[in-house]
């Protein structure tokens, strides 16, 4: 579940609870005025999340603040501690936490504020995964089977060994990150499935925001085939 915004402490009046208390302008913190916000990639959804949130509340871009392409993640998380200037970003689990414990605040969780968010997943052209069905299917497959072992709580503590690992994390942020991730909605979802009702709400995001359909989103069955993951579903172990 991604942080909506990450902002500086000394952007804030009080000091708000973790997880969506207050957004951007909305009485607990300050409007951080002609400062740049980090995103991913100037097509990425951060964008489209940002911007529409910041529409909402009164601000101008490009006169109230700036948004500038900064990586992934990791590298917004360190262009915020190197440059004042860079009041606020999304952030996802586990650098979201690394965040808040360095004393940066949480304005909000993506589904606290805009409701269900399909915010990752696998894509293809319709025309390879009709040539290569099988082998969709059986990696599709696996990936359900894989999920499955991420949620079974018997593996809780290899999987919080693999997050403190793999993402050189201290034991109690790898052990938040379990609990935020793999045991509340928003995190990993049961047997890999897709969101229909948050992949509607992409589409509707982009074309409120960047314009893309003329303004008027397509139906989520334009990009969507589920027949490959019910297979895979039939298939998994």
């Not at 097509?43 to 990586?71: C, M, N, S, W």
């Not at 998380?77 to 200037?85: F, H, N, P, S, V």
């Given at each position: 579940m991604r942080d909506v915004n990450i902002l500086r402490p000394e952007l804030a009046r009080h000091r708000l609870r973790h997880r969506a208390q207050s957004e951007l302008g909305a009485g607990k913190c300050r409007k951080p005025r002609?400062?740049?916000?980090?995103?991913?990639?100037?097509?990425?959804?951060?964008?489209?999340?940002?911007?529409?949130?910041?529409?909402?509340?009164?601000?101008?871009?490009?006169?109230?603040?700036?948004?500038?392409?900064?990586?992934?993640?990791?590298?917004?998380?360190?262009?915020?501690?190197?440059?004042?200037?860079?009041?606020?970003s999304m952030l996802g689990p586990p650098v979201s936490l690394v965040a808040k414990k360095e004393g940066f605040l949480s304005l909000g969780s993506v589904q606290q504020l805009i409701g269900p968010y399909q915010a990752a997943g696998f894509f293809t052209q319709r025309a390879w995964a009709k040539d290569h069905r099988d082998l969709l299917i059986a990696f599709l497959s696996a990936s359900i089977e894989a999920q499955r072992w991420l949620l079974n709580p018997v593996n809780k503590q290899q999987v919080m060994d693999l997050l403190a690992s793999q993402y050189h994390l201290a034991p109690d942020i790898a052990a938040e990150d379990y609990e935020i991730s793999i045991t509340r909605s928003g995190g990993f979802a049961k047997d890999a499935q897709f969101d229909p009702h948050g992949f509607e709400n992409v589409l509707k995001l982009r074309a409120e925001v960047e314009g893309q359909w003329g303004g008027h989103p397509p139906s989520p069955d334009k990009y969507y085939d589920p027949s490959y993951y019910q297979a895979a579903l039939r298939k998994a172990k």
């Open positions: 002609s400062t740049t916000q980090a995103c991913g990639g100037s097509g990425e959804e951060d964008v489209a999340l940002a911007t529409g949130k910041h529409q909402t509340r009164g601000l101008a871009a490009g006169k109230d603040y700036e948004i500038k392409p900064f990586g992934a993640t990791p590298q917004r998380l360190i262009a915020m501690r190197e440059q004042r200037d860079f009041a606020g």
